[in-house]
Protein backbone atom coordinates (compact mmCIF):
# COMPACT_ATOMS: atom_id res chain seq x y z
CA UNK A 1 0.00 0.00 0.00
CA UNK A 2 1.21 3.48 -1.15
CA UNK A 3 0.73 6.22 1.53
CA UNK A 4 1.05 10.15 -0.25
CA UNK A 5 1.12 12.98 2.11
CA UNK A 6 -0.10 16.34 1.05
CA UNK A 7 1.08 19.82 3.08
CA UNK A 8 1.36 23.23 2.15
CA UNK A 9 -2.25 24.73 1.36
CA UNK A 10 -3.44 27.33 3.24
CA UNK A 11 -5.11 31.22 2.17
CA UNK A 12 -3.25 33.48 -0.13
CA UNK A 13 -3.63 36.78 -1.68
CA UNK A 14 -4.30 37.01 -5.91
CA UNK A 15 -0.53 37.09 -6.92
CA UNK A 16 1.13 35.56 -4.33
CA UNK A 17 3.12 32.00 -4.06
CA UNK A 18 1.97 28.79 -2.24
CA UNK A 19 4.10 25.72 -2.58
CA UNK A 20 2.70 21.96 -2.16
CA UNK A 21 4.43 18.91 -1.26
CA UNK A 22 3.37 15.02 -1.52
CA UNK A 23 6.01 12.54 0.64
CA UNK A 24 6.11 9.54 -1.11
CA UNK A 25 7.75 6.25 -1.09
CA UNK A 26 11.47 6.29 -2.93
CA UNK A 27 10.07 3.99 -5.51
CA UNK A 28 7.38 6.25 -6.03
CA UNK A 29 9.35 9.20 -6.57
CA UNK A 30 11.42 7.19 -9.17
CA UNK A 31 9.44 5.12 -10.82
CA UNK A 32 5.60 5.56 -10.96
CA UNK A 33 3.74 8.65 -13.25
CA UNK A 34 2.87 11.30 -10.66
CA UNK A 35 0.44 14.54 -11.01
CA UNK A 36 -1.33 17.10 -8.95
CA UNK A 37 -4.79 17.26 -9.43
CA UNK A 38 -7.49 19.62 -7.88
CA UNK A 39 -11.38 19.79 -7.47
CA UNK A 40 -13.83 22.74 -6.71
CA UNK A 41 -17.17 22.66 -5.51
CA UNK A 42 -19.57 21.57 -8.74
CA UNK A 43 -16.69 20.83 -10.57
CA UNK A 44 -14.75 17.59 -11.86
CA UNK A 45 -11.57 16.69 -10.80
CA UNK A 46 -8.63 17.82 -12.72
CA UNK A 47 -5.07 17.62 -13.78
CA UNK A 48 -2.89 20.17 -12.52
CA UNK A 49 0.55 19.30 -13.68
CA UNK A 50 2.52 15.81 -13.70
CA UNK A 51 5.17 13.80 -14.47
CA UNK A 52 4.81 10.63 -16.85
CA UNK A 53 7.07 7.54 -16.05
CA UNK A 54 9.48 8.74 -18.26
CA UNK A 55 9.73 12.19 -16.32
CA UNK A 56 8.27 14.18 -18.68
CA UNK A 57 6.14 17.08 -17.37
CA UNK A 58 2.96 18.16 -18.30
CA UNK A 59 0.96 21.49 -17.40
CA UNK A 60 -2.66 22.38 -18.48
CA UNK A 61 -3.69 25.41 -19.86
CA UNK A 62 -4.65 27.33 -17.26
CA UNK A 63 -1.59 26.98 -15.34
CA UNK A 64 0.75 27.02 -17.80
CA UNK A 65 4.23 29.64 -16.84
CA UNK A 66 2.74 30.05 -13.47
CA UNK A 67 2.87 26.63 -11.77
CA UNK A 68 6.07 24.14 -12.03
CA UNK A 69 5.82 20.48 -10.48
CA UNK A 70 9.86 18.88 -9.37
CA UNK A 71 10.52 16.24 -8.10
CA UNK A 72 12.96 16.42 -4.73
CA UNK A 73 14.51 12.67 -4.91
CA UNK A 74 16.56 13.53 -1.52
CA UNK A 75 13.63 13.81 0.31
CA UNK A 76 11.05 11.86 -1.61
CA UNK A 77 8.93 14.80 -2.46
CA UNK A 78 6.88 15.61 -5.34
CA UNK A 79 6.22 19.59 -5.24
CA UNK A 80 3.89 21.75 -6.92
CA UNK A 81 5.18 25.40 -6.96
CA UNK A 82 1.68 27.96 -7.74
CA UNK A 83 2.88 31.70 -8.36
CA UNK A 84 0.93 34.33 -9.82
CA UNK A 85 -2.37 33.01 -8.05
CA UNK A 86 -5.74 33.63 -9.25
CA UNK A 87 -8.82 33.11 -7.15
CA UNK A 88 -9.56 30.37 -9.75
CA UNK A 89 -7.02 28.30 -8.80
CA UNK A 90 -8.75 27.72 -5.49
CA UNK A 91 -9.85 24.00 -4.85
CA UNK A 92 -8.98 20.93 -3.21
CA UNK A 93 -5.06 19.88 -4.33
CA UNK A 94 -4.36 16.24 -4.31
CA UNK A 95 -1.42 14.37 -5.31
CA UNK A 96 -1.93 11.13 -7.34
CA UNK A 97 0.53 8.36 -8.31
CA UNK A 98 0.26 5.11 -10.35
CA UNK A 99 2.33 2.11 -11.33
CA UNK A 100 2.75 1.60 -15.09
CA UNK A 101 3.85 -1.84 -14.59
CA UNK A 102 0.27 -2.56 -12.97
CA UNK A 103 -1.69 -0.56 -16.20
CA UNK A 104 -1.97 2.61 -14.89
CA UNK A 105 -0.29 5.78 -16.28
CA UNK A 106 -1.78 5.60 -19.62
CA UNK A 107 -3.15 8.71 -19.65
CA UNK A 108 -1.56 11.80 -17.30
CA UNK A 109 -4.87 13.69 -17.32
CA UNK A 110 -7.33 10.86 -16.50
CA UNK A 111 -8.26 10.32 -12.96
CA UNK A 112 -8.41 6.73 -13.74
CA UNK A 113 -4.48 6.22 -14.77
CA UNK A 114 -3.59 6.75 -10.85
CA UNK A 115 -3.67 3.93 -8.23
CA UNK A 116 -3.01 5.96 -5.25
CA UNK A 117 -4.25 9.43 -3.94
CA UNK A 118 -3.50 11.89 -0.91
CA UNK A 119 -5.69 13.30 1.47
CA UNK A 120 -6.14 16.37 -0.51
CA UNK A 121 -4.67 20.27 1.11
CA UNK A 122 -7.00 23.29 0.84
CA UNK A 123 -5.90 26.02 -1.48
CA UNK A 124 -7.62 29.72 -1.41
CA UNK A 125 -6.82 32.29 -3.24
CA UNK A 126 -8.92 35.70 -2.02
CA UNK A 127 -8.62 38.81 -4.58
Known amino acids: QVTLVESGGGLVQAGEVLTLSCVAPDYVIGRYCMAWFRQSPGREREVVASFDH ?7 GPVEGRFNIAKEKASNTLVLLMSSLKPEDTAVYYCAAGDPRRGYCYDVAAPGAYRYWGQGTQVTVSS
Not at 54 to 60: E, G, V, W
Request: net charge neutral.
Open 54 to 60: YDKTTYS
